[in-house]
């Protein structure tokens, strides 16, 4: 299967600093708030998901979502969650670190699409 998120070192290493501190954490692909598309980060929970969301899978134990609408418009595209320096100005965990989440991502090839994760939507979970 073909992975719809990934995640880099980097950012496994920030994970992991956050959920020492925070606990169980979350992931959502901002759509355009803030520090534009960022992905941010969350204390499992803190973000009240609804019909409109997506589960595009899970990075490092951490459930990813972003929005349907930007879905739709990324949904051909792989996405890897990396880390900069450089304080961001959203409400993810991370901000007070002086670093921030970012989003890198690339097309599917042909064959890769032919063999990606299943998604949901956040309002089919059990």
């Not at 992975?3 to 501190?21: G, H, P, Y």
């Not at 879905?71 to 991370?94: A, C, I, N, P």
């Not at 989003?103 to 998604?119: A, C, G, N, V, Y």
Request: include cysteine.
């Amino acid at each position: 299967m073909t992975e719809r998120v990934l995640v880099s070192e980097d950012a496994m290493k920030i994970i992991d600093q956050l959920r020492k501190e925070h606990g169980e954490l979350m992931f959502h692909q901002s759509g355009g708030c803030c520090d534009g598309s960022s992905p941010m980060c969350f204390p499992k929970g803190e973000l009240m998901l609804n019909e409109t969301d997506v589960w595009l899978g899970a990075i490092h134990d951490c459930d990813f979502y972003m929005s349907k609408d930007q879905f739709d418009y990324w949904q051909h595209t792989q996405l890897t969650v990396d880390v900069t320096k450089g304080r961001g100005s959203s409400f993810s965990l991370e901000i007070p670190m002086g670093i921030r989440f970012v989003i890198k991502s690339r097309m599917f090839t042909d064959q890769e699409r032919e063999h990606l994760t299943p998604i949901h939507l956040a309002s089919e979970e059990v």
